[in-house]
Structures are given as C-alpha cells and as structure tokens.
C-alpha cells in the first residue's frame, strides 16, 4: 500500500506544527521533500516601487513632536 500524506500537511507553513503534534510523519515530510523537483532555473527577479504616500508619517517625525511637548512641558515645571 502506498504511503500518502494529507496535503494539508505538506504546506510548509504548517508542516512543522503537524510533525510536533504527531499528525505527519518525518520520513515521510523528507521522502515528500526529496521527491520535489529542482525548479530553481524557473525563478524570475521580480521589482517593486512604492509611491510616497504623503498622509504617513514617518517613526521621526513622531519622535521630534514628542521631544518639542517634552520640552515644552519642562519649561512650564521651571520656577521663574
């Protein structure tokens, strides 16, 4: 009789909760990996660009706003 796997837990993604909780098989998870074919000339360089977005702000802009009420808020504490 063939050995056969649930698809389910041959996604990578998933396949290392199945073979801790008992549900998948190690030589069989290794025979399944082995078996895969080598597909590593297909791959293509894919490029991506993001547009600024001008509604975001940036971690330092934040930082500077709060260092200004900072500064601010000490200078009110000061005695005259």
């Known amino acids: 009789m063939a050995d056969t796997v ?3 837990h041959l996604d990578k993604r998933t ?3 199945y073979l801790r909780g008992g549900q998948l098989d190690e030589k069989a998870y ?3 990996i082995k078996g895969l074919p080598d597909v590593a000339d297909k791959a ?5 660009a993001m547009e600024a977005d001008e509604d975001y ?3 330092e802009d934040e930082t500077e706003g ?6 601010e808020g000490s200078e009110e504490n000061e005695a005259p």
């Open 6 to 8: 649930d698809p389910k």
């Open 15 to 17: 396949a290392e909760r």
């Open 30 to 32: 290794e025979r399944h």
């Open 44 to 48: 293509t360089t894919v490029e991506t």
């Open 57 to 59: 702000e940036s971690d």
């Open 66 to 71: 709060d260092e200004e009420e900072a500064e």
